[in-house]
C-alpha cells in the first residue's frame, strides 16, 4: 500500500538518460500538479518525459507562433480556442502531450463538461505545432507528430529553425517536407489563418 504524502517537498530529479521512469496516469496526474514549472509529458506505455525550458530564441519563437494563432482567432474569426505550451492533453491512445502551440475547433471545445476543460484536456488537438529547439530530437518530435495523427488531429506542422524547414503532417496523407517557406497555411482545417514564417525565422 502506498501511502499518500500530507505535505509535498520540492526536490530536484536527476536520472541517467538510459532510464525510463514509468508512471500511471494517476500518477503523472499528481506529479504534475505538484510541478507546475515543468513541461511534463507521458507516453502512451507511461514513460514520464521531462522537457528542460526552452533557451530564448526558441521562447521567443514559441511566444510569437502563439500570438499569430490568437491573432486570427481574435481578429479574423477563427473559430476556435488556442492553447500555448503548457497545456496537457490526454490523447486517446492514453498519452499526455503538451504541443508547442494547438487549436480545438468550438465545437469539440463546448462538447467538453467544464471537468474536462479544467483539467488535461481529453482529446487530440485538430491542429498542433511543434517548434524544434537545438536540444530536441528530430526523431522524437517526428514520431510525436505522427502520434497526434494517429490519434485524430487533422493537421500538425514540425517547425524546425535549424535546417529552416517544416514537415506538415495531415490526416490520411504522407509527410509534406517544405524547405525555407516563406509561410504556411491552415488550409481546410484552420481556414484563412496564415503564418509569417519570415516573422518567426528571424
Known amino acids: ?14 536520472l541517467p538518460g538510459d532510464l525510463n521512469l514509468q508512471v500511471t496516469p494517476e500518477q503523472f496526474a499528481a506529479i504534475a500538479a505538484v ?4 513541461k511534463l509529458e507521458r ?8 522537457t528542460p525550458p526552452t533557451g530564448g530564441e526558441t521562447g521567443y519563437r ?6 499569430f494563432l490568437v491573432k486570427w482567432i481574435e481578429e ?3 473559430n476556435g480556442i488556442a492553447f500555448d505550451s503548457s497545456t496537457g492533453f490526454t490523447l486517446p491512445n492514453g498519452a499526455n502531450r503538451s504541443p508547442d502551440a494547438a487549436w480545438v475547433s468550438i465545437a ?5 463538461t467544464p471537468a474536462q476543460r479544467k483539467g488535461f484536456v481529453p482529446l487530440s488537438p485538430d491542429f498542433v505545432i511543434e517548434l524544434r529547439s537545438e536540444s530536441d530530437s528530430l526523431a522524437k ?3 510525436k507528430l505522427q502520434e497526434y495523427i494517429d490519434n485524430g488531429t487533422e ?5 524546425d529553425p535549424q535546417q529552416q524547414q517544416v514537415e506538415i503532417y495531415r490526416a490520411g496523407q504522407g509527410v509534406e517536407i517544405v524547405v525555407n517557406p516563406s509561410q504556411l497555411s491552415g488550409e481546410t482545417v484552420l481556414p484563412g489563418f496564415v503564418l509569417n514564417l519570415r516573422r518567426v525565422w528571424s
Open 43 to 50: 507516453t502512451a506505455t507511461g514513460e514520464l518525459i521531462v
Open 1 to 14: 500500500m502506498i501511502a499518500t504524502p500530507t505535505k509535498w517537498e520540492t526536490v530536484t530529479l536527476q
Open 141 to 143: 518530435l517526428q514520431g
Open 76 to 78: 479574423e474569426g477563427g
Open 62 to 67: 514559441n511566444i510569437r507562433i502563439a500570438y
Open 108 to 112: 469539440r471545445w463546448q462538447a467538453l
Open 155 to 159: 493537421l500538425g506542422w514540425l517547425i
Open 35 to 38: 510541478n507546475p514549472e515543468l
